[in-house]
């Protein structure tokens, strides 16, 4: 988000007079540590920490302590980097442009406004954009939390997912917006999100070939932009394959240790980095059911993890999450999952606490994930969804445990 130092006041002053007595201002630029914090903020996209409301900790509602690579007390937040999966790092890359220009046009640059009053703000908001919906922060318990994720876990496992074959490709379609901050001619800071729009995604099972088309986003194109790893990048819990995934052992414990151990020094802290990094390992995958169920019941035993009794995606289905506030700017990620069948609805990141220029109860971002599939060509949709990236018909909820 784009900040400056200081705020107009109503103030009876002469300020022709101050304008000679003081120095002419320089270009407001903004610090490595800011620009490294904004990429952060970028990065855990949406995730999106400590609540104004009561804190909620949770002890490990299912089973055993943190696993020994997880550092025992330090919660504090550390400055670091967070690797995203490559469908997510665009999404990601097109709001630092946007950002960019947003300084350029405080600087007085292409986009300010120029004006003598405010030199240097933007007159209006970006374009897409619609004022961030602000919602009622529903308070989060460790109270049922347990049996919650027996009840997703178990329906995960039994899960019947599509699993691709040699030549073929997985399809992740979503329903998507994000954050978009602006500050306007007064001065003030107003929490926009882009417009509801798809996106839709197509993998190769070991990552090698790949294709995003997300029409209405920022950076892509009206067709899309190539996802294929023609190096073929070593596979990683942040830069995962279908075939990683059906690497990676099942039991919660050691799925836990092997998260705090590869994402150590990453992002707002080793549980918030944690919890992020198994929200992108159900976010755009399909994942394996023994895989998905063990992932469940990992984040369960991630200090701070609640249960929230009602939560809405991006397509306004209605049902429980299992969530996280994220300690350095208060901003809550939560995964979504149907009332009935327990299974993975999308994702949704609401503000608890003022911070930043965002009022509590703002929604940051969420998703929808509309569909999952195998097939047979890149660029080709299962049956049933229409072309242009409109979906035919009402969202359905995905297969239980994707």
């Known amino acids: 988000m784009i900040r400056t130092p200081w705020r107009r006041r109503e103030e009876p002053l002469d300020h022709a007079e101050l304008r000679r007595l003081l120095p002419a201002p320089g270009d407001p630029e903004l610090s490595s540590d800011r620009l490294r914090g904004l ?9 999106n920490r400590t609540p104004d409301i009561a804190p909620d900790i949770a002890p490990d509602p299912l089973a055993g302590p943190p696993p020994a690579g997880a550092p025992a007390g330090d919660r504090a937040s550390r400055p670091g980097r967070r690797s995203g999966r490559r469908p997510v790092l665009v999404g990601v890359a097109a709001a630092l442009a946007l950002a960019a220009a947003g300084v350029a046009a405080l600087a007085g640059g292409p986009g300010g406004s120029g004006g003598s009053e405010n030199p240097g703000r933007v007159a209006a908001p970006p374009a897409g954009a619609v004022p961030a919906p602000v919602v009622q922060v529903v308070r989060g318990s460790t109270a049922g939390l347990a049996g919650a994720v027996a009840d997703i876990s178990g329906a995960a496992a039994r899960a019947e997912l599509p699993e691709p074959g040699p030549g073929q490709f997985l399809y992740i379609r979503s329903e998507v917006s994000g954050l978009v901050s602006w500050e306007g001619s007064d001065g003030k800071n107003r929490s926009y999100v882009d417009k509801i729009h798809p996106r839709e995604v197509w993998m190769s099972p070991d990552g090698a070939k790949g294709w995003l088309l997300e029409p209405h986003g920022k950076g892509t194109g009206r067709d899309g932009i190539t996802l294929d790893d023609p190096e073929g ?6 830069s995962p394959s279908h075939a990683y995934l059906k690497t990676l052992p099942t039991d919660p414990s050691l799925l836990l240790e092997k998260i705090y151990d590869e994402t150590r020094g990453m992002g707002n802290g080793p549980d918030q980095q944690a919890f992020g990094t198994i929200g992108d390992l159900l976010r755009e995958q399909v ?11 990992a984040a369960a035993r ?3 993890v609640v249960l929230v009794d009602d939560s809405v995606d991006a397509a306004g289905r209605h049902g429980i999450a299992i969530a996280r506030t994220d300690e350095s700017d208060g901003s809550r990620t939560e995964w979504i999952f149907d009332r009935e069948t327990f299974a993975y609805l999308g994702e949704r990141t609401v ?7 965002i009022r509590a109860g703002t929604v940051r971002g969420h998703t929808a ?3 999952r599939a195998v097939v047979d060509a890149l660029k080709q949709r299962p049956a049933g969804s229409a072309p242009g990236g409109d979906r035919a018909g ?9």
């Open 302 to 304: 991630i200090p701070g």
């Open 233 to 238: 990048g070593e596979r990683t819990l942040n």
């Open 369 to 371: 994930v509309t569909g």
């Open 39 to 47: 990429e952060e903020h970028l990065m855990t996209e949406i995730r």
């Open 351 to 357: 503000q608890t606490r003022d911070a930043e220029g």
């Open 287 to 297: 994942v394996p059911p023994k895989l998905a169920a063990g992932l469940y019941r």
């Open 394 to 402: 009402a969202p359905a909820a995905p297969s239980a445990g994707t």
